[in-house]
T-cell receptor, first 112, second 111 residues
Framework: EAQVTQNPRYLITVTGKKLTVTCSQN?????MSWYRQDPGLGLRQIYY???????DKGDVPEGYKVSRKEKRNFPLILESPSPNQTSLYFC???????????FGSGTQLSVL | SQQGEEDPQALSIQEGENATMNCSYK?????LQWYRQNSGRGLVHLIL?????REKHSGRLRVTLDTSKKSSSLLITASRAADTASYFC???????????FGQGTELSVKP
């Protein structure tokens, strides 16, 4: 089944404790992206990747890192999480830039 | 700034009625997409309409695009309680890879 797998679904952590949210797609998509969704602010792009080893900043990249060592995986890393990073996070992929996006199920992150 | 802006922000209707949601955007686009999100879940792609298309249908969904007014509408006919969700438009204005989402319309269909 074509899908974007995102883990974990829920995560509670404390300020400063490094964490990684994993994202994997099985559709051989070139384009992958991370979004955060906050009430009243809609979906905002954090980082995106056009292909392996090619990543770039979105609207709100501060405090986040990504890597794209393999085509299928695009992990989101929070080196030192802060409470303002409490949010609902989504990974998404598409065959090409501007194409139909497939979304993961989301990660609800709470930073205490 | 947001490229797509949905209107209304919230819509409540009875089952069987039609629901219309609108999206406006600011600059030229290649295509416009509509997505649906059930509460707290990932967005699901509904339909894509290209800039050279004026109307597109998919089941009970009808999307129109007016590039002269920079606007699109999503019509859901004969709505069902299961249509209750948030609906987002997204445009692909070239901004270094961004597919820009509006803030969504929250649709509630009462049985």
């Amino acid at each position: 089944e074509a899908q974007v797998t995102q883990n974990p679904r829920y995560l509670i952590t404390v300020t400063g404790k490094k964490l990684t949210v994993t994202c994997s797609q099985n559709m051989n998509h070139e384009y992958m992206s991370w979004y955060r969704q906050d009430p009243g602010l809609g979906l905002r792009q954090i980082y995106y990747s056009m292909n392996v080893e090619v990543t770039d900043k979105g609207d709100v990249p501060e405090g986040y890192k990504v890597s794209r060592k393999e085509k299928r995986n695009f992990p989101l890393i929070l080196e030192s999480p802060s409470p303002n990073q409490t949010s609902l996070y989504f990974c998404a992929s598409s065959f090409k830039l501007g194409g139909k996006l497939f979304f993961g199920s989301g990660t609800q992150l709470s930073v205490l | 700034s947001q490229q797509g802006e949905e209107d209304p922000q919230a819509l409540s209707i009875q089952e069987g009625e039609n629901a219309t949601m609108n999206c406006s955007y600011k600059t030229s686009i290649n295509n416009l997409q509509w997505y649906r999100q059930n509460s707290g879940r990932g967005l699901v792609h509904l339909i894509l309409i290209r800039s050279n298309e004026r109307e597109k249908h998919s089941g009970r969904l009808r999307v129109t695009l007016d590039t002269s007014k920079k606007s699109s509408s999503l019509l859901i006919t004969a709505s069902r309680a299961a249509d209750t969700a948030s609906y987002f438009c997204a445009t692909d204005e070239w901004q270094g890879g961004k597919l820009i989402f509006g803030q969504g319309t929250e649709l509630s269909v009462k049985p």
